[in-house]
């Protein structure tokens, strides 16, 4: 199957402070990128969708400059999570897309303290 | 909103076969059902995917009924490392990727 590399693993940073998150597609191209977001026995929420080389489209409520995505190539996708607070930490989990097959990162857990 | 509605949970025998069901009444004609499944604090794991023939791969088999409003995921041999969340989900994939959404999912232990 596809490997989708999604790094780092865990991260825990300070409150103020800003992270970021990369996702890589290591034996495909992803033309479309999903970033979701899961909290602690909940489902995985759409945060926004990026297509490579334009504009991220981001779902109600979410906030497009606190979450900042970049889809430059084919290959690699980032989400930046700036001035994190306590209430943005979470589980992070990328989804490249190809063809009729969506895969999935193996998730960032953000912690902010 | 998720277009699919699933038990919240299920439980099963180690080596029996687990059979997870999905309704999905409102499902169009150009939508697939896809199946994923995640152990904890990992992402989703692809299983398989229909239109509306039944599908089968190494990992499970897929169920559709006629008038595809609902679904069967069919592990023949479930095994204590299938225990996780399973979610049915419904997407368009025509004209390029359509986004996921997730509902709450079935719970499956399995028990030994």
């Known amino acids: 199957g596809a490997v989708v590399s999604q790094h780092p693993s865990r991260v825990i940073c300070k409150s103020g402070t800003s992270v970021k998150i990369e996702c890589r597609s290591l034996d495909f191209q992803a033309t479309t990128m999903f970033w979701y977001r899961q909290f602690p026995k909940k489902s995985l929420m759409l945060m926004a969708t990026?297509?490579?080389?334009?504009?991220?489209?981001?779902e109600q409520g979410v906030e497009k400059d606190k979450f900042l995505i970049n889809h430059a190539s084919l290959t690699l996708s980032t989400l930046t999570v700036t001035s994190a607070h306590p209430e943005d930490s979470s589980f992070y989990i990328c989804?490249?897309?190809?063809?009729?097959?969506?895969?999935f990162g193996s998730g960032t857990q953000l912690s902010v303290l | 909103d998720a277009k699919t509605t699933q038990p919240t949970s299920m439980d099963c025998a180690e080596g029996r076969a687990a059979n997870l069901p999905c309704n999905h009444s409102?499902?169009?004609?150009?939508?697939?059902v896809y199946w994923y499944r995640q152990i904890h604090s990992q992402g989703p794991q692809y299983i398989i995917h229909g239109l509306k023939n039944n599908e089968t791969n190494e990992m499970a088999s897929l169920i559709i009924t006629e008038d595809r409003k609902s679904s069967t995921l069919i592990l023949p041999h479930a095994t204590l490392r299938d225990t996780a969340v399973y979610y049915c989900i419904v997407r368009a994939a025509v004209g390029g990727a359509q986004k996921l959404v997730f509902g709450q999912g079935t719970r499956l232990t399995i028990n030994p």
């Open positions: 989804s490249p897309a190809v063809g009729e097959k969506l895969f």
């Open positions: 409102t499902i169009s004609g150009n939508e697939y």
């Open positions: 990026s297509n490579e080389g334009s504009k991220a489209t981001y």
